[in-house]
């Protein structure tokens, strides 16, 4: 593929997709067996055990550390013998316990999802009838069983399934089985003096048995779930009892970012609040149920995200009065609009009030203009938006990698009638964002027309920069479809000498896609008329300290 990029300076090889299963036998003290099944999502392709000589007397870290070592270097051997993109690895529960660190090392060196699995779980009774007359699963067995466990997470768009469970639970990392990172992974990527003040938070959880729940009307997809699954996936390995269920017209109106004409009746806003009582009460006040008083298993603390479920907190304080809840505003409400006697944000505000206003504490960006008056100062919490530098999004990929995600985007945009990206012959300026009201595209497309117009106006054409618009779609994203129109009519009728360099897309769930899009960019940009979330900035001044970045300063980035 290196030779391929070199000689027609772009993307054009495509690479196999593969699933590896991964699983180790002790065999004597001096020597290990380590078997590795590779597949291609219908086959087992190849097979082998390979056997590692251990030193005499070696302790139990360096034996991890050497089977580390080889299934590291065996697979990113075979990818690139092969010309293979190795999407997920299951690995054997004695092959994580014997080497736990693995696991963060495929998914960090070779972009490799780790999966881990218990082997004979889940069996056909052909199979169980079998195990139960004594059979024992010979090392080859093991790794091709968990290569197949691994594949059945994937969906059809190559990335691992969401999964939902039992009363609505978001299982994160499919249920715990993903292991992206370790404690000391997360340890390393902070100062000493965050970490102490850190545990010293989590002991005092810990000491107290504290069980939280967050609610959320979206699982997957938007910048609130990126937030509640980087966090759960850090608690989940600190060993916290923490929950994420699920349950956009509003936030928009709250904004002012919505049509004028655009008005959420009371009609509609109580067909929202009867639906989550109905949620409420099949599933989260039933028994087990997490609005259920803590004595009866419930949980001792409610955070609610967003302003899309309001109704959980006096459901949450009529079940227990006592009990500490959180209302977490992620985006930024407009005081003017909401003061103003009959519009449509204060008819909004007021319903929305009405329940909020139970919540103990009102948590909003570092900005103070994104809280209305209502809110009482000593109710009032701030907190920024966070990322995971070890997450998709954010972690180091090597090239193989980020030439794989870019040719898979010059797939979308084949597949979305779009021009291709010409990177690395041309450079490109980047805006990742959702199709949103608020992510200013509008402004981005007319700042890159007066560069291309003005700026470099006669520079060879080959010179000059493209234009990528691109981002995530969530499930409760009534504007995708709108504002991905709206910007395709703008560029054909105003800027149709640009359309051949404006890239505009809409793509799947898949982060490590957006981390390529961003590491590659010659400029990333973030012209949010509003919103506060300013992630975006993070993750690109982490990705190349020097990235140039572009922002509004009306909102709170």
């Known amino acids: 593929m290196s030779r391929a990029k070199r000689e027609e300076r772009n993307f054009a090889t495509n690479l196999s997709i593969l699933y590896a299963g991964l699983a ?63 999407l997920g690895a299951g690995l054997s529960v004695d092959l994580h316990r014997h080497s736990p660190r693995l696991a963060s090392r495929l998914w960090q060196d070779l972009d490799i999802v780790p999966m881990v699995f218990r082997v004979g779980t889940d069996l056909s009774p052909e199979t169980v009838r079998s195990v139960q007359s004594g059979h024992e699963w010979s090392i080859d067995e093991q790794a091709d069983s968990v290569a197949k466990k691994c594949i059945m997470f994937f969906g059809p768009t190559q990335q691992p399934r969401l999964q939902l469970g039992f009363k609505n639970d978001v299982q994160v990392d499919a249920g715990g089985r993903i292991k992206l990172a370790t404690l000391d992974d997360y340890k390393n990527s902070v100062r ?76 509609q806003l109580d067909k929202i609040g009867d639906w989550i009582k109905d949620n409420a009460k099949r599933y989260w006040l039933s028994e087990g149920g997490p609005l259920l008083p803590p004595s009866k298993g419930g949980a001792d603390v409610i955070i609610v995200d967003d302003p899309q479920m309001p109704e959980i907190i006096p459901l949450a304080k009529e079940a227990a009065l006592d009990r500490p809840v959180i209302f977490r505003s992620h985006i930024e409400v407009r005081d003017d609009l909401v003061q103003k006697d009959c519009s449509a944000a204060q008819h909004v505000w007021r319903s929305m009030w009405k329940n ?28 920024p938006a966070t990322t995971d530098w070890l997450d998709g999004l954010n972690k180091n990929m090597r090239d193989w990698d980020n030439d794989f995600y870019l040719h898979y985007f010059n797939q979308e945009c084949r597949n979305h009638s779009m021009p291709e990206l010409a990177y690395p012959s041309r450079g490109y300026i980047a805006q990742i964002a959702r199709f949103d009201p608020a992510k200013g595209i509008p402004d981005v497309i007319k700042g890159f027309a007066k560069l291309r117009r003005d700026l470099l106006k006669g520079v060879p054409h080959d010179e000059t920069p493209q234009l990528v618009i691109c981002g995530h779609s969530s499930v409760d994203d009534p504007d995708g479809t709108i504002i991905y129109d709206q910007t395709m009519d703008l560029i054909h009728k105003v800027y149709d000498d640009l359309k051949s360099d404006i890239l505009v897309v809409r793509l799947g769930p898949s982060d490590q896609l957006l981390n390529a899009v961003i590491s590659k960019a010659a400029i990333v940009l973030q012209l949010s008329t509003r919103e506060g979330f300013e992630v975006k900035v993070s993750e690109a001044l982490h ?4 990235l140039p970045s572009s922002l509004r300063k009306e909102t709170s980035i």
């Open 356 to 383: 909020i206003k139970h919540a103990d504490v009102f948590i909003s960006h570092p900005v103070h203009r994104f809280v209305p008056s209502d809110v009482r100062s000593e109710a009032l919490g701030y907190m």
């Open 192 to 267: 000493e003096t965050t970490w102490r003040a850190l545990m010293k938070y989590v002991e005092n959880i810990k000491g107290r048995k504290l069980k939280i729940v967050y609610f959320s009307a979206t699982p997957q997809g938007g910048g609130v779930s990126l937030m509640r699954h980087a966090l759960l996936r850090f608690l989940h390995l600190l060993e916290l009892d923490e929950v994420f269920r699920i349950t956009k017209t509003n936030h928009n109106i709250l904004q002012g970012v919505a049509d004028p004409s655009v008005r959420a009746t009371d009609e």
């Open 543 to 546: 990705k190349v300290c020097s």
């Open 24 to 86: 180790i036998e002790e065999r004597s003290e001096k020597k290990l067996a380590v078997g590795i099944a590779i597949h291609d999502g219908t086959y087992s392709i190849d097979l082998c055990v390979h056997y590692v000589c251990l030193p005499q007397d070696s302790s139990k870290q360096h034996q991890a550390d050497a089977v580390e070592e080889f299934v590291v270097s065996r697979l990113e051997k075979f990818r690139h013998e092969h010309l293979c993109k190795i």
